[in-house]
């Protein structure tokens, strides 16, 4: 395999890799924190904390797959461009298009979303279960959110690929 080819492959399967990590631990949060009053013996907040705690392991999983995907179009396509000439095109574009949304979303989930949720939980101690409580369901609906354009984008990726 000549060295762009195994470069590809590399990138390709990297991207793949990192893109499995983030929605599986987007998916599984998601439900997770849904169900976290059923989970006994686990306490719904440890649900929460093993969420926040968990992160960086997103942070990074998204950042590694945004860099894989620059890369691998880059090398593939010998650069950037945003051809218009198929209705596949058009897939690709609404693609890109969702997954800033995605992007957006998950720095509005990260600073404003789960911020209050760790100001009520400092040092373990949760001081107002009732307020603590709905900050963990706006986590829990945007989480959801942010699994839909997940999977929405997987969706347009797959349909850009059948035509």
Not at 7 to 22: D, K, N, P, R, S
Not at 48 to 54: V, Y
Not at 88 to 108: P, T
Not at 146 to 151: H, R, S
Request: charged share 15%; with cysteine.
């Amino acid at each position: 395999m000549p060295l762009g080819e195994t470069a590809l492959f590399v990138l390709g399967l990297v991207h793949w890799l990192t893109t499995a990590l983030y929605g599986g631990s987007l998916t599984a949060f998601a439900a997770l924190l849904a169900m976290r009053h059923r989970l006994s013996p686990l306490r719904p907040e440890d649900v929460m904390r093993t969420f926040r705690a968990w992160g960086a392991g997103l942070g990074l999983s998204m950042g590694a797959l945004i860099l894989t995907g620059l890369l691998h179009r880059y090398l593939s396509d010998g650069g950037f461009s945003w051809p218009a000439e198929s209705p596949e095109d058009g897939l690709r574009r609404a693609k890109a298009i969702l997954f800033l949304i995605l992007w957006a979303s998950a720095f509005h989930l990260e600073i404003w979303t789960l911020e209050p949720c760790r100001k009520l939980d400092q040092d373990g101690v949760i001081q107002d279960a009732a307020a603590y409580e709905a900050t963990a369901r706006r986590v829990t609906a945007q989480l959801w959110l942010n699994v839909a354009l997940f999977w929405g984008i997987g969706a347009l990726g797959f349909m850009a690929t059948m035509g």
